[in-house]
């Protein structure tokens, strides 16, 4: 089953990281000051990927 692990960065933000069954990570998140933001972060990325649109970015080659 794919989990959310919450952690302590080096400077003291709480992050999270979401890691597949197989054990890689497939999505991290942004820095947050308190474990709650950081919990809140993961309920916003729950509520809201389940109908997230696709996107495809195109870059500019060389030439143009």
């Not at 054990?23 to 991290?28: F, K, N, P, R, V």
């Not at 990927?49 to 500019?60: F, N």
Request: glycine share 8%; net charge negative.
């Amino acid at each position: 089953m794919s989990k959310f692990e919450i952690y302590a960065d080096k400077s003291g933000k709480y992050r999270f990281r979401l890691k597949a069954k197989n054990g890689e990570i497939i999505a991290t998140g942004q820095g947050y000051s308190t474990k709650a933001a950081c919990m809140n972060g993961i309920q916003s990325v729950k509520n809201n990927a389940m109908d997230a649109e696709i996107v495809e970015i195109e870059t500019p080659s060389e030439e143009e």
